[in-house]
């Protein structure tokens, strides 16, 4: 992230906080859907 | 060629392919379960087009990149984060509503709850929040046509009013069809727009580099001037404090959560998991859409640090677009911010037709209404609606984007609880799904009437989400008691 923040121009902690949120809010909704995937899955068992 | 006389020729392209793909819908629909979710029958390519086109509105093409031309990364904080959050809770109720054969998202409250009032409160609160939210759209489109056919903003609006109706009125197989050929061109456009900007300002790193220098005030009726490294800053240094920045997540996060648009996406595909894989796919879809965004926006900020002709953030794009960043094929970029406003309002419109004519009319008027009235009272309806819109539109809202936050709040503070504890908690009750649904709109407005955002940073949607939590759970556990006793 450190490199990252480097080669884009950006602080540190804008890059933390903005780029962080940001990529963990977008795989937010497949990151929910693999859970409930997997709580069917137990379900079946 | 001149500049007005191209974009023309774009416009009329643009009118005469969409007039082509909306046609299809009339003849398809022939009742309220065609009208309004397309017998629940869309695959996972339409549903991604139709649901991403449906999100990217106005507010995220104009709002958002206005936003981040004036204000930096913060935007990101306010209005992105809190959309993609809250579809991860659509994915959570994809899992669950499928399974409940409705057309509309008040007609759950009254399965559930056994509720006429609380479906027809749902459809008025609908009707009321969409006529209110369609005006961001007629907005948008109407800056952009007025600033590159340079005509008069009222003859744009006009304009758009009709291809709205237009689009509206065959129904969700129209606006499906429209949809997808809309979304094609916003991430055209999109696409074009970043790289335009991209190549003038020399690459990311340098885009940074010189964003973080910036201390002018971006346009005339800016409440401030840009304090340096505020436009990279997550906070814009002060301007708009961590408090207001968080709770934004109750009006545009829970907004999005409990947003009838997105759960009649949900019931018009074909089947859960689509529904599930459409919302995961289309986010990751609108993330690399809004990396562009916020290309535009920062870049454009570096390439013009100053716009003194234009009023209002929302102007920025079409300005940049006609004047810093033009060639030959800002035309596409033109067709896109019409497409972004098109897919949505068509869309809202067709939602609002719901909660009239499904939720308010049926529901508690005429029951048993004959399928060839319940299609002409919703293009009626469509044609009034749109009309109040058009002309509320006249005298718009400063900024597109805090705008939408308060609008999407409505839903986030009277549907939420109703809806989601209704489906995932056993105890929910009809008495704490009424309670919580007119406490949490009267709060709202209380707030919003007494200037919370301003006086003490607070998002108004977040009180109002409070006490709508405050009362839900307490009534709902007391109404338990004696029907478990029985």
């Known amino acids: 992230m450190i490199i990252i923040g480097t080669l884009l121009g950006l602080p540190y902690k804008t890059m933390g906080i903005i780029g962080g949120l940001f990529l963990l809010s977008a795989a937010a909704p497949t990151l929910m859907a693999l859970i409930l995937a997997r709580q069917e899955e137990h379900k079946d068992e | ?486």
């Open chain 2, 1 to 486: 060629m001149n500049k007005s006389l191209t974009y023309l020729l774009y416009f009329t392209l643009y009118t005469i392919v969409l007039l082509f793909f909306g046609k299809g819908g009339f003849k398809k629909t022939k009742n309220a379960r065609d009208f309004f979710v397309a017998v629940n029958s869309l695959g996972l390519a339409v549903s991604i087009a139709t649901f991403t086109a449906t999100w990217f509105s106005a507010a995220s093409m104009q709002g958002l990149s206005g936003s981040l031309y004036a204000y930096g990364y913060n935007t990101v904080l306010y209005a992105v984060v809190p959309w993609f959050l809250g579809a991860t809770l659509l994915v959570l109720l994809a899992s669950r509503l499928k399974s409940h054969d409705i057309i509309t998202l008040p007609e759950y409250f009254h399965l559930r709850y056994q509720s006429r009032s609380l479906q027809a409160a749902g459809g008025l609160v609908i009707v009321m929040t969409y006529i209110l939210y369609i005006i961001i759209q007629i907005r948008g489109f109407g800056i952009v046509v007025s600033e590159f056919l340079d005509i008069n903003y009222t003859f744009a609006i006009i304009l758009v009013y009709m291809f709205v109706m237009y689009t509206t009125f065959g129904g969700l197989f129209s606006v499906a069809r429209t949809d997808s050929l809309n979304i094609f061109l916003i991430i055209a456009g999109t696409l074009l727009a970043a790289g335009l900007v991209l190549r003038d300002v020399g690459g990311v790193t340098a885009m940074h580099q010189q964003a973080a220098l910036i201390s002018t005030r971006p346009f005339p009726a800016a409440p401030m001037a840009t304090a340096p490294g505020a436009l990279l800053d997550p906070f814009a240094k002060g301007a708009y404090p961590p408090l207001l920045t968080f709770t934004s997540f109750f009006g545009w996060g829970l907004g999005l959560a409990a947003n009838p648009q997105y759960a009649m996406r949900i019931t018009s595909a074909k089947d859960t998991r689509t529904a599930i894989r459409m919302i995961c796919l289309s986010v990751v879809l609108l993330a690399a859409m809004y990396l562009c965004m916020f290309i535009i926006g920062i870049g454009s900020r570096v390439l013009q640090p100053a716009i003194e002709t234009i009023h209002s953030a929302d102007e920025v794009l079409p300005y940049v677009i006609n004047n810093v960043i033009y060639s030959r094929f800002s035309g596409v970029i033109l067709v896109s911010i019409m497409a972004a406003a098109i897919s949505t309002a068509n869309s809202q419109l067709l939602v609002a037709a719901s909660g009239f004519s499904y939720d308010i009319y049926r529901n508690l008027v005429n029951p048993r209404v004959s399928d060839e009235k319940m299609l002409l009272l919703n293009r009626a309806f469509i044609f009034v609606a749109g009309t109040i819109s058009l002309i509320l539109s006249m005298n718009p809202p400063d900024s597109l984007l805090i705008y939408g936050g308060y609008i999407w709040g409505f839903f986030s503070v009277t549907f939420l609880l109703p809806l989601y504890g209704g489906l995932f908690w056993k105890k929910a009750c009809r008495e704490g799904a009424m309670a919580s649904f007119a406490g949490g709109l009267l709060m709202m407005v209380a707030c919003m009437l007494l200037g919370t955002e301003a006086r003490f940073q607070l998002h108004p949607a977040f009180p109002g989400f409070l006490v709508s939590c405050a009362i839900f759970f307490p009534v709902c556990l007391k109404y338990q008691r004696p029907r478990s006793a029985e």
